[in-house]
């Protein structure tokens, strides 16, 4: 079957085994802390200060640009929340299983 037929057919869903989510346990960890990080990064304003005198030029970072990007890091700090949960719950699943 070509590649175009299974767009629009697609194969079934399939469940992962339970083997394999724990070897997701490193990824997920890492994808987490990196969306973390990222979010609290774009969402602090240093990021649009002149690096000679430390004020934010608002002709080269206009308001909505500066609230659309904080929006952004809060959105990727959520994100990065919840995958922290899931390996939470991907340790919790190993210990007491």
Request: proline share 7%; hydrophobic share 40%; charged share 20%.
């Amino acid at each position: 079957m070509s590649n175009i037929l299974s767009v629009f057919n697609p194969p079934p869903s399939r469940d992962i085994p339970e083997k394999n989510i724990e070897a997701c346990l490193p990824c997920t960890a890492i994808q987490s802390a990196v969306a973390i990080l990222g979010g609290l990064y774009l969402s602090s304003p240093n990021q649009f200060k002149d690096k000679t005198t430390g004020k934010i030029d608002v002709i080269k970072n206009p308001l909505w640009w500066q609230k659309s990007v904080r929006g952004a890091g809060i959105i990727l700090f959520a994100l990065g929340a919840y995958r922290a949960g899931e390996v939470v719950q991907i340790l919790y699943q190993k210990r007491f299983k």
